[in-house]
């Protein structure tokens, strides 16, 4: 089992950068990730990261803006967002595997979630 504390987010202004947290406990975490979902629609990949880190893999709409990273000896993997949009308002979830080493992008091949932070971007 792999449990996952998330931290960061909450209200930002347009522009602005915020970062969220992602602590692994239990068993280690090999691919990590992170997902959104907006009122109403389906969750969705936001930036992926493979086990060493050396491979990264993020969505069009967040290309260039944010930027996913972890740090192996504290099990934690992190996401910066820099120049926020209203349209990244969502719910942000932290996302683990013990399978799959690459960065993956699908939710179905992560087995453990986070319980999800509210980012909300006011213009």
């Known amino acids: 089992q792999v449990q996952l504390d998330q931290s960061g987010g909450g209200p930002v202004q347009a522009g602005g950068p915020l970062r969220l947290s992602c602590a692994a406990s239990?068993?280690?975490?090999?691919?990590m990730a992170w997902f959104r979902q907006a009122l109403g629609k389906e969750r969705d990949i936001v930036a992926a990261i493979s086990r060493s880190g050396a491979i990264t893999y993020y969505s069009d709409s967040v290309e260039g803006r944010f930027t996913i990273s972890r740090d192996n000896a504290k099990n934690t993997v992190y996401l910066q967002m820099n120049s926020l949009k209203p349209e990244d308002t969502a719910v942000y979830y932290c996302a683990a595997t013990t399978t799959f080493a690459g960065a993956v992008t699908t939710t179905g091949r992560y087995e453990y979630w986070g319980r999800g932070t509210q980012v909300t971007v006011s213009s």
């Open positions: 239990g068993r280690t975490a090999t691919a």
